[in-house]
């Protein structure tokens, strides 16, 4: 496989990987929304993601 290509495939899985983490991130903060023992800015320090993320999450539980 030539190197551009070789470049294009790890790209892309780096992508992969980071796009995975994300929506695994925000599985967790949408569960511990819908169990309400943690407060949204808890949430965004456990799930690893902003306020912001966390607030867009729980406006769509509703």
């Known amino acids: 496989m030539s190197s551009i290509w070789k470049e294009v495939e790890e790209e892309g899985i780096a992508k992969g990987i980071v796009q995975g ?11 511990l929304l ?22 867009e999450i729980a406006d769509g539980l509703c």
């Open 34 to 55: 819908i169990q309400k023992i943690l407060s949204t800015e808890e949430i965004a320090e456990v799930a690893g993601l902003s306020l912001d993320n966390v607030r």
């Open 21 to 31: 983490k994300l929506e695994r991130s925000s599985e967790i903060a949408r569960n």
